[in-house]
């Protein structure tokens, strides 16, 4: 789905986790079909927006270069070991110019790009923020439009986006999808799927 020129949400993809709980890089783990966690992710993302932005840790080369063979546009986040927060406000930053954001996170490969456009649609008709809903859970990716971008940006180490979104109507912006991958993340080994 493509969106004229002076209304493109951006796509941020969160890829600045340190995989503590997974007990080695989950993002370069492999699926069962040999595609890393944070490249499925990236395609996906890749394929409902145009050029979207990942945010790595400093020297993380290996997910660099996997990521921008994806079709991401990757940025380094010096304060990334702070949390999620200063990653976020890091691509904010750097796509200050883009008509809202669509962060999704590295760690949800199984997210339909279907579902992600049609979130990316809502702030494009004018919504402030939206997040899909699957069976009565709220689920990932979140979207933001443009004019919520000092509170994106005054965001910092752990402190996420959910108060900004709740700040914003967020219950009111609730897109029921059928898309249970918006509730399926990656956290320990035995998430990933064996076949």
Not at 131 to 147: L, N, S, T
Request: hydrophobic share 50%; with cysteine; glycine share 10%.
């Amino acid at each position: 789905m493509a969106f004229p020129e002076q209304q493109v949400v951006r796509g941020i993809l969160l890829a600045a986790g340190s995989s503590t709980r997974f007990g080695s890089d989950k993002l370069l783990h492999k699926l069962p079909d040999g595609t890393a966690v944070a490249v499925a992710s990236a395609r996906n993302l890749a394929r409902a927006l145009p050029n979207p932005l990942a945010v790595i840790r400093p020297n993380a080369v290996a997910l660099r270069a996997a990521l921008e063979a994806a079709g991401c546009e990757v940025i380094e986040c010096a304060d990334a070991h702070t949390g999620m927060g200063a990653s976020l406000a890091c691509a904010v930053r750097a796509s200050a110019d883009a008509a809202g954001w669509l962060v999704a996170l590295a760690d949800m490969p199984f997210i339909r790009f279907e579902t992600m456009a049609a979130l990316a649609q809502w702030i494009i008709s004018g919504s402030a923020v939206a997040a899909p809903v699957y069976r009565g859970q709220r689920g990932h990716p979140v979207c933001f439009a443009a004019y919520q971008r000092d509170e994106l940006l005054a965001l910092h180490g752990d402190e996420g986006a959910r108060k900004v979104f709740q700040r914003h109507g967020g219950l009111g912006n609730l897109v029921r999808v059928d898309d249970p991958g918006v509730l399926r993340d990656i956290d320990v080994p035995g998430d990933v799927p064996r076949n």
